[in-house]
Nanobody
Framework: QVQLVESGGGLVQPGGSLRLSCAAS????????MGWYRQAPGKQRELVAA???????TYADSVKGRFTISRDNAKNTVYLQMNSLKPEDTAVYYC???????????WGQGTQATVSS
């Protein structure tokens, strides 16, 4: 089974930055879609950003212009650079790997990001 381990969360002031990392253990990382999701207290989990195997990206409207998703296939790692953070960005951020047909979808345990003064 694929193992995903997120890191980089923490406490930051409004306007600050965090860079989240997700390290994957599987051999099919490079052909999988990678995504970052987040879940705030009392809210549903939502897609923040995704990057497809060809390099195309998509973002939630609420983070466009502030967040950047990228991947390093040589390191089996996907990143989420979060700039100009707002209190509304406070959530547990989860990494997801969605593989080609038959390989399945996998989730990490999540990392907490808190934006507060």
């Amino acid at each position: 089974q694929v193992q995903l381990v997120e890191s980089g969360g923490g406490l930051v002031q409004p306007g600050g930055s965090l860079r989240l990392s997700c390290a994957a253990s599987g051999r099919f990382f490079s052909i999988s879609t990678m995504g970052w999701y987040r879940q705030a207290p009392g809210k549903q989990r939502e897609l923040v950003a995704a990057i497809f195997r060809g390099g195309s990206t998509t973002y939630a409207d609420s983070v466009k212009g502030r967040f950047t998703i990228s991947r390093d296939n040589a390191k089996n790692t996907v990143y989420l650079q979060m700039n100009s953070l707002k209190p509304e960005d406070t959530a547990v951020y989860y990494c997801n790997q969605d593989g080609p047909y038959g390989l399945g979808s996998y989730w990490g345990q999540g990392t907490q990001a808190t934006v507060s003064s």
